[in-house]
């Protein structure tokens, strides 16, 4: 079974800290695996992907998430976060690329 | 390319009535997948559907219905409302990507059971 678990499901950070979004997952074959980040009253918009290709991984607006397999872990990390980062990020995995499997969600909050 | 667009954003309705959502995808993807989102659950992914067939289907009653259209439009349809089917319903389409699949979300219907 395919499962995905986010750790913390709010997440404060000042601005100008890191940023730290764990995530972990269970699939039965190495998987493709996914930031989303969405905003209020709107659907949920890309922020990388892992697809084998490299273990870390580069998205928008600064991001990056780093693929570890013996840790089954895909966390999502910014060097220095901004207001404008405060949302709701999820975690997705993909075994196959047919169906995709959501983390609960963790809510980033920004303080000034 | 215009992203997927959703109709309507946000609807009322009460118990016992029925809904139907639809969903137009981004141009030349032909999967369209359906998700209910609500605080508690999260997202639970509904239903797939390609090239006018439903190729997967998640753990929700059969009040949940869908449907693909030769133009990839896809519409959604509950019946007999509950007050628990209160939720935001996000369509996604999907498409290959360097090799690669990737899913693009619409912004959502707003569905309030009253």
């Known amino acids: 079974a395919q499962s995905v678990t986010q750790l913390g499901s709010h997440v404060s950070v000042s601005e100008g800290a890191l940023v730290l979004l764990r995530c972990n997952y269970s699939?039965?074959?190495?998987?493709?695996l996914f930031w989303y980040v969405q905003y209020p009253n709107q659907g949920l918009q890309l922020l990388l992907k892992?697809?084998?290709?490299?273990?870390l991984v580069k998205g928008i607006n600064g991001f990056e998430a780093e693929f570890k397999k013996s840790e089954t872990s895909f966390h999502l990390t910014k060097p220095s976060a901004h207001m404008s980062d405060a949302a709701e990020y999820f975690c997705?995995?993909?075994?196959?690329?047919?169906?995709?499997?959501f983390g609960t969600g963790t809510s980033l909050t920004v303080i000034p | 390319k215009a992203g997927v667009t959703q109709t309507p954003r946000y609807l009322i309705k009460t118990r016992g009535q029925q809904v139907t959502l639809s969903c137009s995808p981004i141009?030349?993807?032909?999967?369209v997948s359906w998700y209910q989102q609500t605080p508690g659950q999260g997202l639970q992914f509904l239903f797939e559907?390609?090239?006018?067939?439903?190729?997967n289907k998640g753990n929700f009653p059969g009040r949940f219905s869908g449907r693909q259209f030769s133009n990839s439009r896809s519409e959604m349809n509950v019946s007999t409302l509950e007050l628990g089917d209160s939720a935001l319903y996000l369509c996604?389409?999907?498409?290959?990507?360097?090799?690669?699949?990737?899913?693009?979300f619409g912004p959502g219907t707003r569905l309030t059971v009253t």
């Open positions: 892992y697809t084998s290709a490299a273990t």
């Open positions: 997705a995995v993909s075994p196959t690329g047919n169906q995709f499997y």
């Open positions: 141009s030349g993807h032909r999967s």
């Open positions: 699939s039965s074959v190495p998987p493709y």
């Open positions: 996604a389409s999907r498409t290959v990507v360097g090799g690669s699949y990737e899913q693009y």
């Open positions: 559907y390609f090239s006018e067939t439903q190729r």
